[in-house]
């Protein structure tokens, strides 16, 4: 039977627990939540760059594979640039889980997601055999904005997790 596998994404203290991601809605914002809405926007600066708080996400199966799920990657659609002029996604695995509260001023500046695509994805550590549970290293993602991004609601982007099953 097949595995039954979820986006999660963590942003408590400790990384204990984590919500499903339905539909893989998130939004950046200056919150630690998982609430998608319009409150605490990424203001826009005068100078250098303004970030939204780290977003942990995870995979989990809730139900587990028959053998295993391994192969973990993450990329973008490579559309340029992606949520707009003046925004940057930066992303990175991570083994350990850091307490969002502490790391929201450019923690992952450096690594932009906008590199990785289907034909060359992002790696991310981990398996999980036939069990239910955490699947793999954190992915962890961030919004920088800077001065010449736009006022406004940014346009939606793709970003995809795949995996192999067996």
């Known amino acids: 039977m097949a595995a039954t596998v979820e986006l999660r994404s963590y942003h408590d203290a400790t990384g204990a627990s984590g919500t499903d991601v339905a539909g893989g809605n998130i939004r950046f914002k200056q919150a630690i939540n998982d609430t998608v809405d319009a409150n605490n926007p990424i203001p826009i600066p005068g100078g250098g760059e303004n970030y939204s708080y780290i ?30 002029t003046g925004c940057v996604l930066y992303v990175a695995n991570n083994t350990a889980y850091t307490n969002p509260a502490t790391q929201v001023d450019g923690y992952y500046g450096g690594y932009t997601a ?7 994805p992002l790696s991310v550590s981990g398996s999980i055999g036939a069990a239910t549970g955490a699947i793999g290293d954190w992915t962890v993602l961030q919004l920088g904005v800077d001065n010449s991004a736009g006022q406004g609601t940014t346009g939606s982007e793709v970003l995809t997790f795949s995996f192999d099953e067996s």
């Open 55 to 84: 977003k942990h996400l995870q995979l989990y199966a809730t139900a587990a594979p028959d053998n295993a799920i391994n192969n973990l990657k993450f990329y973008t659609d490579g559309s340029t640039p992606l949520f707009g």
């Open 114 to 120: 906008l590199g990785y695509t289907s034909g060359a």
